[in-house]
T-cell receptor, first 109, second 114 residues
Framework: AQRVTQPEKLLSVFKGAPVELKCNYS??????LFWYVQYSRQRLQLLLR??SRESIKGFTADLNKGETSFHLKKPFAQEEDSAMYYC???????????FGKGTTLSVSS | GAGVSQTPSNKVTEKGKYVELRCDPI?????LYWYRQSLGQGPEFLIY????????DSGLPNDRFFAVRPEGSVSTLKIQRTERGDSAMYLC????????????FGEGSRLTVL
């Protein structure tokens, strides 16, 4: 079965603290994984994808096949990082993204 | 603007009625997707168009749901005999080519069935 699990509904941190948003997946073969973000009153948008191995807005995510995880990390959270974050997995057919339930990140000063 | 446009932004209807939701993708994007998002859930895939044809409609929940994209641009999601359980945010997304790498989402159409 293809599935994405985000175990935390809400993550609250203070500004400057490290952040780790958890994502675990179930997939046969080599997965293609993404993080999408939705800021308040904005559209859902791509944050990063694992194949590009890039850092966007200070966030990185590493695919760990042994732990079937794709956690999103940032060393020092900023208030503007407050948003809903969704982990997504490309399905086996390559036709659709399977999204997790999302984690709300709240960064306070 | 050049983004994905969805209309209406809000639709309230009565159980049993017929509803149409429209999506105007980014110009030149050949791939178009419909997702449904219920409260507290992530977006759930409904259907994927490549050009005019539905390349994958495996996410449509039942035969009350249907979508078209007759000219390979604008798409309409049609829901017949609406039920209260159909209440959700319906999201449309497009991408420049086949395969959902980067999806560009619209703001969604919120459907409420009374």
């Amino acid at each position: 079965a293809q599935r994405v699990t985000q175990p935390e509904k809400l993550l609250s941190v203070f500004k400057g603290a490290p952040v780790e948003l958890k994502c675990n997946y179930s997939y046969s073969g080599s997965p293609e994984l993404f993080w999408y973000v939705q800021y308040s009153r904005q559209r859902l948008q791509l944050l990063l994808r694992h194949i590009s191995r890039e850092s966007i807005k200070g966030f990185t995510a590493d695919l760990n096949k042994g732990e079937t995880s794709f956690h999103l990390k940032k060393p020092f959270a900023q208030e503007e990082d407050s948003a809903m974050y969704y982990c997504a997995l490309l399905n086996q057919a390559g036709t659709a993204l399977i999204f997790g339930k999302g984690t709300t990140l709240s960064v306070s000063s | 603007g050049a983004g994905v446009s969805q209309t209406p932004s809000n639709k309230v209807t009565e159980k049993g009625k017929y509803v149409e939701l429209r999506c105007d993708p980014i110009s030149g994007h050949t791939a178009l997707y419909w997702y449904r998002q219920s409260l507290g859930q992530g977006p759930e895939f409904l259907i994927y168009f490549q050009g005019t044809g539905a390349a994958d409609d495996s996410g449509l929940p039942n035969d009350r749901f249907f979508a078209v994209r007759p000219e390979g641009s604008v798409s309409t999601l049609k829901i017949q005999r609406t039920e209260r359980g159909d209440s959700a945010m319906y999201l449309c997304a497009s991408s420049p080519s086949g395969g959902p790498g980067e999806l560009f989402f619209g703001e969604g159409s919120r459907l409420t069935v009374l």
